[in-house]
């Protein structure tokens, strides 16, 4: 039996707006998980021009960030903050999808979070056309027992290596 049964995903992407200045418009992908006997909870990743921040909580925040446009909202801010994770289950979780894949292929590699985390980037990461078949590929089932395809980002790391 796997370690992470996804309850749902969502994906969706924003226009952007204003953070000490315009930004960029972010991806988000926001899975609802439940590990072993622990209570369910959320994990989510965002890329925001390029940077990559994961988030967990206890409650769903994707519709604020999935619909963000601006830092106007103190108590969403607090959220923000509260929630963001730099580790998730011993996995660094850097702003750099190169520096992940090395733990998720390499120390980490039996760590079942690797999968979710896996199965994260390349969700934020793949076409449009593939979202929906990636999100019924995982929704109801253990994410660690499941054969995540490989995406162009970790292909191109891999490639390194041949």
Known sequence: MGTFLIEQVKHGENDGGDAC????????????????????????LDDVDGIYQFYLSDT???DFHANFNSYDDEDEIKKFNENFIEE??????SDNYIE?????NGSQKANPASALIKYMILLVRCSDY??????????????????IPVGDDEQDYLSEFE
């Open 21 to 44: 200045g315009p930004i960029g418009g972010a991806i988000c992908v926001s899975v609802h998980f439940k590990k072993d006997n622990e209570p369910s909870r959320w994990i989510e």
């Open 60 to 62: 769903d925040m994707f």
């Open 88 to 93: 998730f289950e011993g996995i660094t979780l």
């Open 100 to 104: 992940m894949f090395d733990q998720i």
């Open 130 to 147: 593939k979202i929906d078949d990636l999100i019924d590929m995982a929704t109801g089932k253990y994410i660690d027992e499941i054969d």
